[in-house]
């Protein structure tokens, strides 16, 4: 009980909420200063190289998360054109170019990647017992060949005849997924860090909640106008996380204090979600509660859970059947979901369109694919986005079918076989778990794959740093609690 306590105590609470203040001031400040480099000065450089090269590794990476989440990504147009967001200066430090940043030529990676290459470096020197066993060793076998079929479809896609600058902008995000995910797999400590990484996304859902708040009620409304989106299109990817983090908490654990912080919390986060407008997070949630149902084994918790879905099933057909033509705020996620089932809206239709082109040069390429620097076969066009998109075809929305197009059958098994590992190490280490904190870490890590597949399919997921950092995230925490399960089995026999 005593151990099971200290896990609760180590919340890294205080400290995100701490560091992003710092990094949100920091920016503010570096704005009236002249941009990015002095952020990089204020905060950056002594705040980087103490949490990547001297804090314990643990803290570092927990650093790293709270970052990564918080701060913008700059190709995902904050605010979209609404408003300055304030993080403007930590986005294009933290997330731009160190090319831009500097004015250094070649230096097409940002900071966020090389942190995460010194925590990769510093991990594996740092190797406990459990990254050797089985489990540990298939999640590292698994983030290296998908590392080294990156670049093996780069290399066949340019020798084919592809352009080598929109190859980049393809490849980057997919060569950054196994870095990141190997500095979790090997940098984190086990079960000591799975609250805090819990706390950690829930706090940063919240904080960006506040932001999508503000931009409604304070930028928008008041000019008299519904914003396509709030914040970002990534936020969707934390948001669905932490609600699902929530969730696994309410079944696992049961109590009065953790029902009423996903009643708060959650259906602050389910606001905050309708204001940003993205269907695609209550899509995800729902793939995600799923995904973490059909986990869950024949048992008194699923017997539980069966109770109270023969509450909520029918209240929510009766919520959605009612709220489908009411234009009020207390139905808007019932409308978000008609939508995205009734798929009748100019965006859906487009995308119907994409998925077609790819379809069709998926037939071109069935077995190895066109490789990296190609563009999608356009035999049909749905509108002329290129003014503001000139690279459309080179990365379009449906992520699954373009990773399909690349690599044909060959290349998609081996590019996507990271989501079928990371289901499966989570899903076994949620069997494996031995308290509490185990058993809600691993089942939310189950939703969080799934909610990765479905931004994959729906908005771009391939090229979201912020889709990679939460798969890394799951992908570790899976096969570090198998490993540890294993490591003690061992131990034992």
């Not at 995902?76 to 250094?104: C, D, H, I, Q, R």
């Not at 996304?201 to 928008?220: E, G, K, N, Q, T």
């Not at 995205?340 to 369109?353: I, L």
């Amino acid at each position: 009980m005593s151990d099971l306590k200290r896990l609760y105590e180590d919340s890294f609470f205080k400290e995100t909420w701490i560091t992003m203040g710092v990094v949100f001031v920091a920016s503010v400040v570096a704005s009236f200063l002249g941009g990015a480099a002095p952020a990089l000065a204020l905060a950056w450089i002594p705040l980087g190289f103490y949490y990547a090269v001297r804090a314990p590794l643990h803290i570092g990476l927990r650093m790293f998360l709270v970052l990564s989440l918080f701060i913008e990504p700059p190709e995902m147009m904050p605010g979209a054109g609404y408003w300055v967001t304030p993080l403007e200066a930590a986005n294009n430090t933290f997330y731009g170019s160190l090319k831009m940043l500097t004015g250094l030529p070649g230096l097409y990676f940002s900071l966020f990647l090389l942190i995460a290459f010194i925590f990769c470096v510093r991990a594996r020197k740092a190797a406990k017992p459990e990254t050797k066993m089985p489990a540990a060793r298939l999640a590292r076998r698994t983030l290296g060949i998908t590392w080294f079929a990156v670049i093996g479809f780069e290399v066949y896609g340019i020798l084919r005849g592809g352009k080598l600058e929109p190859s980049f902008i393809q490849v980057l995000p997919l060569f950054t997924m196994p870095v990141v995910g190997y500095a979790f797999l090997m940098g984190l400590r086990g079960r000591e860090d799975l609250y805090a990484l819990a706390n950690i996304i829930v706090s940063v859902a919240m904080a960006r909640s506040v932001l999508v708040a503000w931009v409604f009620f304070i930028i928008c409304l008041p000019q008299g106008f519904r914003p396509e989106y709030a914040t970002t299109h990534g936020d969707s990817v934390t948001f669905a996380a932490a609600f699902l983090i929530l969730l696994a908490n309410v079944i696992e654990i049961r109590n009065r204090r953790t029902f009423w912080r996903f009643a708060i919390v959650g259906g602050g986060l389910l606001m905050a979600m309708v204001m940003n407008n993205r269907r695609l997070a209550f899509a995800s949630i729902a793939v995600g509660a799923i995904a973490m149902y059909v986990t869950l084994p024949q048992s008194k918790t699923r017997q539980k859970v069966n109770r109270y879905l023969r509450i909520i099933i029918p209240t929510a057909g009766l919520y959605l059947f009612i709220g489908e033509g009411i234009d009020h705020p207390l139905f808007a996620p019932a409308r978000l979901a008609w939508s995205a089932f009734a798929q009748k809206d100019e965006s859906s239709n487009s995308r119907v369109v994409e998925n077609e082109n790819l379809m069709a040069t998926l037939n071109d390429f069935p077995v190895l694919g066109q490789g990296f620097g190609h563009e999608y076969k356009e035999l049909e066009k749905h509108g002329d986005i290129s003014e503001f998109m000139p690279l459309y075809k080179y990365v379009p929305h449906n992520s699954v079918l373009w990773l399909w197009t690349v690599g044909g059958l060959v290349g998609f098994v081996l590019l996507w076989m990271g989501y079928v590992v990371a289901t499966y190490l989570a899903a076994r280490a949620y069997r494996f778990a031995e308290n509490p904190v185990e058993r809600a870490s691993t089942l939310a890590c189950v939703g969080m794959v799934a909610i990765c597949i479905s931004n994959d399919w729906g908005d771009v997921g391939a090229q979201s740093n912020l889709r990679i950092v939460m798969f890394a995230v799951a992908f570790a925490v899976g096969a570090r609690v198998c490993a540890d399960a294993e490591l003690r089995a061992r131990a034992m026999g």
